[in-house]
């Protein structure tokens, strides 16, 4: 009996290679597309979207741009080690020409005929340029200039950028405030939570064929959470060595046991704060406090000096804004859709502007990144955001009074 035919399967469901179809679409990968499908119709600025090794960000692409208008024609440019002619030739072969040889005012006469040809017959041109963060700063300052090429009426190249995290401190750097200022969309694609990489799970299992949700134990998800982080091609990694542990056993379901065991064949340790570094499984008395109540993030709302709602969460990331998807929601004009973005780790939270039309405001400074201390207030608008770190209460509860001895009032969300 094979693999496949044991577990009730009719396709690998955890391959490491990008599949749209087996594309499981979360909250953050939703709002990624619907920035990439922006550009569509909005033809001026950059989008970016940044992401994790792993966390999803190639299959996101080829599902975005298999669903493309016949209207639309499209480049992608992944190899990214390039010179800024190599760079052009390789956009221009995408486009189907035989670019090389050529003087680099060639070729961007070439690319600038190109794109006036599509535009005047009615076509909207894309460049997608994956694995951005190897990208040099010349070849970056030559896609805002071509950026730049245009009608009378419109800019005609729309262009998505994407990469991995190092790729927004790129383009922060001093040296591409121009590129920077082109920006106008930004997402970070972050790992997966508890539910979701559940959900995950059992969503490429269903693709794969299998009929019903009882090929994990509800205590194998908790032990791939804590051993994949949450990051999506770890998760394919660890289910996929527990499904072939299983089945050298001749098991037909797996169990948490099975996911520790694909865990020691990998010689995986527990995955620390989803950012592809493992840590020994050894927590003082402390952290696993802070295991137990996982939420360490509270944030009070206000507005007019009155508390409207108490949210509190876990590590991980968290967007502030007027739109109904994000975690922390305020509906007013003065707080763009997608306005800020908050990161919880081990050592607080970071609060970061998401090129928000009215900005973020710490007292009277107005701030794009800032690590937040306990009881701080940020304004949006006319509303508030106070800060409070949950494991301040913590070390209050367990006798150590050096800290502020206010205990946070606590909603969970």
Same mark, same amino acid.
């Given at each position: 009996?094979?693999?496949?035919?044991?577990?009730?399967?009719?396709?690998?469901?955890?391959?490491?290679?990008?599949?749209?179809?087996?594309?499981?679409?979360?909250?953050?990968?939703?709002?990624?597309?619907?920035?990439?499908?922006?550009?569509?119709?909005?033809?001026?600025?950059?989008?970016?979207?940044?992401?994790?090794?792993?966390?999803?960000?190639?299959?996101?692409?080829?599902?975005?741009?298999?669903?493309?208008?016949?209207?639309?024609?499209?480049?992608?440019?992944?190899?990214?080690?390039?010179?800024?002619?190599?760079?052009?030739?390789?956009?221009?072969?995408?486009?189907?020409?035989?670019?090389?040889?050529?003087?680099?005012?060639?070729?961007?006469?070439?690319?600038?005929?190109?794109?006036?040809?599509?535009?005047?017959?009615?076509?909207?041109?894309?460049?997608?340029?994956?694995?951005?963060?190897?990208?040099?700063?010349?070849?970056?300052?030559?896609?805002?200039?071509?950026?730049?090429?245009?009608?009378?009426?419109?800019?005609?190249?729309?262009?998505?950028?994407?990469?991995?995290?190092?790729?927004?401190?790129?383009?922060?750097?001093?040296?591409?405030?121009?590129?920077?200022?082109?920006?106008?969309?930004?997402?970070?694609?972050?790992?997966?939570?508890?539910?979701?990489?559940?959900?995950?799970?059992?969503?490429?299992?269903?693709?794969?064929?299998?009929?019903?949700?009882?090929?994990?134990?509800?205590?194998?998800?908790?032990? /791939? !959470?804590?051993? %994949?982080?949450? #990051?999506? +091609?770890?998760?394919?990694? *660890?289910?996929?060595?527990?499904?072939? =542990?299983?089945?050298?056993?001749?098991?037909?379901?797996?169990?948490?046991?099975?996911?520790?065991?694909?865990?020691?064949?990998?010689?995986?340790?527990?995955?620390?704060?989803?950012?592809?570094?493992?840590?020994?499984?050894?927590?003082?008395?402390?952290?696993?406090?802070?295991?137990?109540?996982?939420?360490?993030?509270?944030?009070?709302?206000?507005?007019?000096?009155?508390?409207?709602?108490?949210?509190?969460?876990?590590?991980?990331?968290?967007?502030?804004?007027?739109?109904?998807?994000?975690? /922390? !929601?305020?509906? %007013?004009?003065? #707080?763009? +859709?997608?306005?800020?973005? *908050?990161?919880?780790?081990?050592?607080? =939270?970071?609060?970061?502007?998401?090129?928000?039309?009215?900005?973020?405001?710490?007292?009277?400074?107005?701030?794009?990144?800032?690590?937040?201390?306990?009881?701080?207030?940020?304004?949006?608008?006319?509303?508030?955001?106070?800060?409070?770190?949950?494991?301040?209460?913590?070390?209050?509860?367990?006798?150590?009074?050096?800290?502020?001895?206010?205990?946070?009032?606590?909603?969970?969300?």
């Amino acid at each position: 009996m094979s693999y496949l035919s044991h577990f009730k399967l009719q396709e690998q469901p955890f391959r490491l290679t990008p599949d749209p179809d087996f594309l499981y679409w979360s909250k953050q990968h939703a709002r990624a597309k619907a920035y990439m499908e922006s550009t569509i119709w909005l033809a001026d600025g950059f989008v970016v979207i940044t992401g994790e090794i792993g966390s999803g960000k190639t299959t996101l692409l080829q599902s975005f741009l298999s669903e493309l208008a016949d209207d639309v024609v499209y480049a992608v440019v992944s190899q990214t080690q390039l010179t800024p002619t190599q760079f052009l030739q390789a956009v221009l072969a995408e486009f189907g020409f035989k670019p090389f040889k050529k003087l680099k005012v060639e070729l961007l006469d070439m690319l600038n005929m190109f794109l006036i040809e599509q535009y005047s017959n009615g076509k909207k041109v894309v460049l997608v340029v994956d694995e951005c963060q190897n990208l040099s700063r010349k070849v970056l300052e030559e896609i805002r200039l071509l950026s730049g090429i245009e009608t009378h009426k419109e800019k005609v190249l729309r262009i998505i950028l994407a990469g991995q995290p190092e790729l927004k401190e790129t383009l922060e750097s001093p040296a591409l405030k121009q590129l920077l200022q082109r920006v106008r969309l930004r997402f970070h694609i972050g790992p997966l939570n508890r539910r979701e990489s559940r959900e995950y799970v059992e969503h490429r299992l269903s693709i794969a064929g299998r009929e019903k949700n009882d090929l994990f134990a509800d205590d194998s998800f908790d032990v /791939v !959470y804590r051993y %994949s982080g949450g #990051v999506p +091609r770890l998760i394919n990694t *660890l289910c996929d060595t527990a499904l072939l =542990c299983a089945f050298a056993d001749e098991k037909t379901s797996i169990d948490a046991a099975d996911v520790l065991t694909a865990a020691e064949e990998l010689n995986w340790e527990e995955h620390e704060n989803n950012t592809g570094v493992y840590r020994q499984p050894h927590r003082s008395s402390k952290d696993r406090r802070t295991e137990s109540n996982s939420h360490v993030t509270q944030i009070e709302i206000r507005s007019d000096g009155e508390i409207i709602d108490v949210l509190t969460f876990p590590l991980g990331r968290v967007i502030v804004g007027r739109s109904p998807d994000n975690e /922390v !929601y305020i509906k %007013s004009k003065f #707080v763009s +859709r997608h306005h800020a973005q *908050l990161l919880s780790d081990e050592n607080g =939270c970071v609060i970061e502007d998401l090129n928000s039309t009215n900005g973020i405001f710490l007292g009277e400074k107005q701030v794009k990144k800032y690590r937040l201390r306990d009881g701080d207030i940020v304004s949006l608008g006319v509303h508030e955001l106070v800060y409070h770190d949950l494991r301040n209460a913590e070390d209050l509860d367990s006798g150590d009074t050096s800290r502020n001895n206010r205990k946070p009032l606590v909603k969970e969300q």
